[in-house]
């Protein structure tokens, strides 16, 4: 079944493997995508679905070194690139919409923009600036409604800029603790108003970016990634999560969404994502659903002929091996990849990784 097609909604795809989101800090010092971007990615473009790493949607949200964005044309032409050579090798791409909220450190946002975030608690932990170092993250404004408002358009502005940029579609990152997700998540969120105090509350700024997005490009282009139990950047379990996500879920079936995509970081160390709760939300939405974290060629292969999923995401497989698809097609051992180039410029262990034929 891996290798069998699929359709996406209205995008055919030539297998139902997908090449994960993942930060890779290679965008130019405008956070604009740019030609050695568009080689990695088009290495990879044998994955049914490549999904790009985080790319935001504002000057407010790119709180990593060297992560790009989406919302000028300069970044506009830059994904051009990206998706021009992705489609040239008959791969499918969209960008994934991430706003980095209050993970994020002042010297990494460009001149005027401010970290935000839904409560003003600062995110524990440190990230790396090119500039200073490693620096604890700087304390976020807790957004007015005012801001959330200005937020909901820059999702929307940015699906539009994706369109013309010649992706396939957007991924709304509603996971591992970037903005979306600190709205979401009861440890984080401790807003009195419309945007927290209870579920619908804190699923309220996602759905409202998920009908904006929508309202922009078209449901079958809009899908969103969930990280329910996930602990990045200081999330975690709280009570009543499982009944939070279905009723989100069950709200974002009715839009028609272009797909779901749940991620389990318990290969990561995280508590796991239950069968149980991964099958409810499967059945909570009307449209097609993507599971990752942690699979192997023979995890995938059962997972799809269980039905538990329609497509699989793999992330650090695809850092390392560019053809991947063709390497589980011949049970061709795989590269490991290098976790200290992970996040470093340049071409070393980002577009050097040897295929098959050499």
């Not at 965008?27 to 985080?54: C, F």
């Not at 490991?336 to 098959?356: E, H, N, Q, R, S």
Request: some cysteine.
């Amino acid at each position: 079944m891996l290798l069998e097609a699929f359709s996406l909604r209205a995008t055919p795809l030539s297998n139902r493997t997908v090449m994960s989101p993942l930060t890779r800090s290679r965008a130019s010092d405008s956070n604009t995508a740019n030609s050695l971007m568009a080689t990695y990615y088009a290495q990879r473009a044998s994955a049914g679905l490549i999904i790009t790493e985080g790319t935001s949607p504002s000057p407010n949200g790119l709180g990593y070194a060297r992560i790009p964005g989406l919302f000028n044309d300069a970044q506009v032409q830059g994904w051009k690139l990206v998706t021009d050579a992705v489609h040239a090798k008959g791969g499918k791409i969209v960008v994934q919409l991430m706003h980095t909220g209050r993970v994020s450190h002042q010297a990494n946002l460009p001149a005027g923009a401010e970290v935000l975030g839904p409560s003003p608690e600062t995110c524990p932990g440190e990230m790396w600036t090119d500039t200073q170092g490693s620096q604890p993250h700087t304390p976020p404004r807790a957004m007015t409604e005012a801001d959330i408002q200005n937020v909901i358009g820059e999702y929307a502005t940015a699906a539009r800029l994706a369109i013309q940029a010649g992706f396939d579609g957007i991924e709304l990152h509603a996971a591992n603790g970037y903005l979306l997700e600190q709205f979401l998540n009861a440890n984080v969120n401790r807003r009195p108003d419309g945007y927290g105090g209870n579920a619908d509350g804190r699923n309220r700024i996602v759905l409202e970016v998920a009908r904006a997005a929508v309202n922009e490009i078209g449901a079958e282009r809009v899908g969103i990634r969930l990280s329910p139990y996930g602990v990045v950047n200081s999330t975690g379990a709280f009570e009543g999560v499982d009944a939070q996500y279905l009723a989100l879920v069950q709200q974002l079936s009715v839009l028609g969404l272009m797909y779901v995509h749940v991620l389990d970081h318990s290969a990561m160390g995280a508590p796991p994502v239950s069968a149980k709760l991964k099958a409810d939300l499967r059945a909570a939405f009307d449209g097609p659903f993507i599971l990752a974290g942690g699979f192997n060629k023979t995890s995938v292969q059962q997972a799809l002929s269980e039905g538990r999923a329609d497509l699989i995401a793999m992330g650090r497989p695809f850092i390392a091996n560019p053809d991947l698809v063709e390497r589980m097609r011949q049970d061709a051992p795989l590269n490991a990849p290098d976790p200290a180039t992970f996040y470093t410029p340049g071409a070393k262990g980002y577009t050097d990784y040897p295929t098959l034929g050499g």
